[in-house]
Each structure stands twice: as C-alpha cells, then as structure tokens.
C-alpha cells in the first residue's frame, strides 16, 4: 500500500514539473514567473493551483491574462490527463517562504523572519539582495544572510510599519 502512495506522490510530482515546463516559457513571455505548481484531489475532480508573480507585485487583470494563457496551453496538451480538473492561477501568498534569490528582491523593504541552518532565528527589513545573499537591518544593524545558510524565512504580516509614524 506504501508504494502505491509513494507512486501516486510520484506521478503528481511528475505532472507538476511536465505542467511548470509547459508553462515557463508562455508566462515568461507575459513577463510572469512561476512561483508554484500545486495538485490537490477534491473528490473525483483535482484542482490545479498556479502561483504567478513578477518583479513589483501582479495585478488582477494580469492573473486573468495568465489564467487565458494556461488554459490555451492545457487544452493544447495532454498533460493533465482526461480527469477533470479546477484551474486556479493566482498571486503568490505572504506565507510563502522567501527560497530564490528573486523572493528576496521582491520583498525588499519588508520585515522578514529568518531561521538559519544553526537554528537561530532573527527579524530584519530587507535591504538589499543579490543571487547569493541577502543584507537586513536588525536593530538597526547591517547583517548579510548568505541564501546557502537559510533554513526558512517568512515574511512577517504588518499592518503598521514602525518608520511610518503616527
């Protein structure tokens, strides 16, 4: 019975990538990267989540245009099989965790929880970032985190930043 999980796994891991290949390339023509692709079973129907995002945030009108533009690429190929599915594009969700270097380019600015691989964790603001490390302010200090020695950092939710005042 394990190894039929193991293999259903398998088989959903395997048409998630064959989906996100199918995909790049269209999406990247609409200046949209791929954050996620998810399959999740809801009854005898799966429904099929796509993240998409792009430098400076995606706008509504944006994920209706990705949203065309899988569609057309789904119903041009077999990859999704003959079982229906739901097709679900949208934004990424803050509680994505920040893991390329262009998620941490994209959060600059904001407050960011890191656990390292050492198991200490800090909060800093994002300052600047590059393909290999990130630089934070943590009170009031510079720290660099080298990507490599990120265990898992998060976006924290804030509904009134500090330097913003009264």
Same mark, same amino acid.
């Given at each position: 019975?394990?190894?039929?999980?193991?293999?259903?796994?398998?088989?959903?891991?395997?048409?998630?990538?064959?989906?996100?290949?199918?995909?790049?390339?269209?999406?990247?023509?609409?200046?949209?990267?791929?954050?996620?692709?998810?399959?999740?079973?809801?009854?005898?129907?799966?429904? *099929?989540?796509?993240?998409?995002? =792009? $430098? @400076?945030?995606?706008?509504?009108?944006? /994920?209706? +245009?990705?949203?065309?533009?899988?569609?057309?690429?789904?119903?041009?190929?077999?990859?999704?099989?003959?079982?229906?599915?739901?097709?679900?594009?949208?934004?990424?969700?803050?509680?994505?965790?920040?893991?390329?270097?262009?998620?941490?380019?994209?959060?600059?600015?904001? *407050?960011?929880?890191?656990?390292? =691989? $050492? @198991?200490?964790?800090?909060?800093?603001? /994002?300052? +600047?970032?590059?393909?290999?490390?990130?630089?934070?302010?943590?009170?009031?200090?510079?720290?660099?985190?080298?990507?490599?020695?990120?265990?898992?950092?998060?976006?924290?939710?804030?509904?009134?930043?500090?330097?913003?005042?009264?």
């Amino acid at each position: 019975m394990q190894g039929e999980i193991a293999l259903g796994a398998d088989r959903k891991d395997a048409i998630a990538s064959a989906i996100e290949k199918a995909l790049v390339d269209p999406l990247l023509a609409l200046g949209l990267d791929i954050e996620a692709v998810e399959i999740t079973p809801a009854g005898k129907r799966r429904i *099929l989540r796509i993240a998409v995002d =792009k $430098d @400076g945030g995606i706008t509504h009108e944006e /994920v209706t +245009e990705a949203t065309r533009e899988v569609n057309r690429v789904l119903d041009d190929s077999d990859v999704m099989g003959e079982q229906p599915y739901t097709l679900e594009v949208t934004s990424p969700g803050v509680d994505r965790p920040l893991t390329l270097p262009r998620h941490w380019r994209r959060n600059k600015g904001r *407050l960011v929880k890191v656990t390292v =691989k $050492d @198991g200490s964790t800090f909060t800093g603001r /994002v300052k +600047e970032s590059d393909e290999d490390r990130a630089s934070l302010e943590v009170s009031g200090k510079r720290r660099d985190v080298a990507y490599a020695d990120v265990k898992k950092a998060l976006v924290q939710i804030e509904f009134k930043r500090i330097d913003e005042g009264e």
